[in-house]
Structures are given as C-alpha cells and as structure tokens.
C-alpha cells in the first residue's frame, strides 16, 4: 500500500477527530455495580455524570458527513489488522485516519432530509481469492446487494457485483444459517423469509434466495430479522417479529416449522411494526434461548422474551417516554440493534440508539430529541429477574441502520461502530 501519513486524504470528508465521548467517569472499581443504580437514572439529555460507570469509550469521528447508515469491521488489506468500511468509503487499521473510497462517492454527502446509498455493509471472500470482499446494502430500503472485488492493490475502485435484487428487509445481516462454515444474508424476499446465498466462488453469478417460511406478507421495508437457535439443537432458526422459524435437519426442507410468536410491538396506533436486527440469546441464564430485540423501528419499545416451554414472555427493557422513570431511559426509533458482551462479565450486554431522521420525512417519535447511543447492561441477581441497565455512550452518532461491536484494536475490549446522519464513528472501549 503506498504510504500517506495524511489524514483526511480523500477530498471528501472530514479529517477524523478523536476526543471523549465525556461518558461517564471511569470506576476505580473492578466492574461491580458500585454507580450503577445512578447510572440506571435520568433522561437522554446530557452527557457524562457517570451513566456508563464502569466502561468508557473514547470517541473518534471517522467522518462529519451523512454517507451511510451502514458501518463494520473487516481486514480489507490483508495486513492482519481491522480496517473499517462505512458507505462508500474505507478506513486502514490501526488508526482509520486514513480514507479511502473503494466506490465512487456521492459527489456530496447526501441530504440529511433523505437517505443514503448504504443501509448494511458487511464482509467475506466472496470470489474465494484470499481477500476479503465488500457487500453493500443500497437502493430503496436497503434491496440491493451489491459485492465489489477487492482488488488488492491501494489503486482504483472495485469491480462492482450487483449479486441479489429483492433484499425486502431492511435489518439483513450476513451470518451462516445453515451451518457450512460460510454466511448467509438473512432477508425476507418475495413475500418469503429465508437467505440469500452468494455464488461463493463464481463471479458473475447471481445470488440465489432460499424459502425458509411460507409465502407471508413481507413486503418491501420490512422490519426485523435475525438468526439465531431458538430450541438449542445446533441449528439456526430464523427469527422474524412474527415468531421463528426451526430449521430442520435438511435445511433445504421447505418451509421449516413455524413457531408463531408476538416479537413486535407497537406503542402508538399508526406505527409499522417490527424492530431492527433481532438475536437469539439466554438472557436469564436458564438454559433456554430467549429473544431480544427493539419492538418498533420508527417507534418506542426494546424488550428481551423469555421462553417458557416453547412459548415467550415479554420483558420490557424499555419503553415510552412515559414510562421513563421505571426503565432508566427512554427514546424511540432504534433502528439498529448489537448484542455482546460489553463489560467482560461473560454476559451479553445489547446495544442500541436512536436513528434520529429517519428517512428524512419525518419518521418516527421525539423528532427533535437527540440522537443518542447506548449499552444496556445484563445483570443476573439471583432471585430476581434479569434486567439491562441503561449506559449513555453518545448524544449525537445515534444510530443508523446497523450498529456494530467489535474489538476493532485487539485489546479484548469490544469497540462500537455506527453511521448515521452525523457521520460515522468508532467508540473504543477505554475500559481500565
Ligand atoms: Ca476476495
Ligand atoms: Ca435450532
Ligand atoms: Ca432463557
Ligand atoms: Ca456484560
């Protein structure tokens, strides 16, 4: 790669900033819950008084501008080191001063009013050559999967793949579904839910669209999905805000069985419903896989479901404004959704924020509220039911439509990525 120490080098975009994200004190504590109870109080407002007591990120703005809302993590140069790609754009590892454009960019940043050209960006080796590649969610909604080549060299952009038309739902996310070792793009398409499969290897072919449900009435912009084993066999099922689906031991068996659930909600009565990127995980540490997921994209409402023998309880983690006093925090349209463990306690903690303008036309509650990012914290007490403390992270990144941990710089701590209409930006856990 030829060397530029040059920050800022791509004409378009900012020079990265780095700064505190002013989240909070850092404890003298090793991760107790000394704090936590005054970090579980107060609104959306402000940032620091100590919310995120035990953990604090440093915040580096990788660029000012709205060009996506889509960000991740991959080692895009092969040098073993995480590099960062957000909308069209690529930042080197270890410090993502350095932007480079694997696409040709907007020739401005798109209006805040509007949307952008990239709803999820992920990826994987998709020409099998040794270099992993970029797949980019773009068009209305996120309905075209695009891969482009990576082709190893620092020069030009790359050979673009328009693989798959008809992502119908706008929290798809790449992961392996049907357990051979490489991911699947989990979507709903053609009024079915089920996952795209790359033409691992062949260039130039289309994607193909494996059925997991019957034909339903997912139609374009639908809200909320996820992958995850619901009844603990090993095998992934597919999770829809309707309920999961359980994919047999032939996954080419169609349509898996159906398991009718309510994982949506919806807090006023002209809401869409259905959330945003949706997980399988044991939150009560019984054995069982429950759900965890936002319950309204444009709307109010994250809560985890509790399997009870095959059915589901929902327990609110938050809810309305009104109801801001009892869950620690309130604020709507959490359109992107992680779960990880945050803290290093080995319990999975979730992070969420608010897409403040979605779409630009005025989608969704508390318009004018901040845009803020947030961990919740899993906590087990024995004798009662686990709960997630809220920890403000940020009040201005938000989210997009796809939120992303991971411990971009090896320390073991997980990092947060996010872009949205204030830009994109990495939050590296300072955790001591
Ligand atoms: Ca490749
Ligand atoms: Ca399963
Ligand atoms: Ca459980
Ligand atoms: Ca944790």
């Not at 945050?342 to 969704?364: E, M, N, Q, S, W």
Request: a negative charge; glycine letters at 16%.
């Amino acid at each position: 790669m030829p060397a530029s120490g040059n920050t800022g080098a791509d004409p378009i975009g900012g020079t990265a900033t780095s700064g505190s994200s002013g989240a909070g004190g850092r404890s003298t504590g090793d991760g107790g819950v000394a704090g936590l109870a005054a970090a579980a109080g107060g609104g959306n407002g402000g940032v620091g008084g100590g919310r995120s007591a035990e953990i604090a990120f440093s915040k580096l703005q990788l660029n000012a501008q709205f060009f996506s809302e889509g960000i991740n993590v991959a080692d895009l140069n092969n040098d073993q080191v995480l590099d960062i790609v957000t909308g069209p754009f690529w930042y080197a590892g270890p410090d993502f001063l350095r932007q480079r454009a694997f696409r040709q960019p907007a020739t401005k940043p798109f209006d805040v009013k509007g949307d952008s050209d990239c709803y999820a960006v992920f990826s994987a080796d998709f020409n099998a050559d040794g270099w992993l590649d970029i797949v980019s969610l773009r068009a209305l909604g996120g309905s075209e999967a695009v891969w482009y080549e990576n082709p190893k060299t620092d020069v030009g952009y790359w050979t673009e793949h328009v693989a798959f038309s008809g992502v119908n739902d706008e929290s798809a996310a790449l992961v392996d579904i049907d357990g051979d070792g490489k991911p699947e793009l989990a979507t709903v398409s053609q009024g079915f839910g089920g996952f795209v499969k790359p033409a691992w290897g062949a260039v130039g072919t289309n994607w193909s669209f494996a059925k997991v449900t019957a034909q339903g009435a997912w139609g374009p912009f639908t809200h909320g999905i996820g992958a995850g084993d619901v009844n603990g066999d090993g095998r992934e099922d597919l999770l829809l805000p309707e309920g999961w689906w359980e994919q047999p031991v032939t996954w080419t068996e169609q349509p898996w069985a159906e398991h009718p659930a309510k994982f949506w909600g919806k807090a006023l009565p002209d809401e869409s419903y259905g959330g945003a990127q949706m997980f399988a995980y044991d939150v009560d540490g019984d054995g069982d896989s429950d759900v965890v997921t936002s319950l309204q994209a444009h709307g109010w409402g994250l809560a985890w479901f509790e399997q009870q023998a095959g059915t589901f309880v929902e327990h609110t983690i938050m809810a309305t404004r009104a109801e801001e006093a009892q869950y620690g925090v309130a604020f709507a349209q959490p359109h992107a959704v992680a779960v990880a463990d945050i803290d290093g306690d080995g319990l999975k903690d979730i992070v969420t924020g608010k897409r403040k303008g979605a779409h630009g036309v005025g989608l969704g509650s508390e318009l004018d509220a901040p845009a803020v990012l947030y961990w919740f914290k899993l906590v087990r007490t024995p004798g009662s039911l686990a709960r997630f403390e809220p920890h403000l992270i940020d009040s201005v990144a938000g989210v997009g439509t796809q939120v992303v941990i991971a411990d971009v710089d090896g320390d073991q701590r997980p990092d947060i990525l996010t872009s949205a209409r204030a830009g994109a930006f990495l939050f590296r856990s300072t955790q001591p």
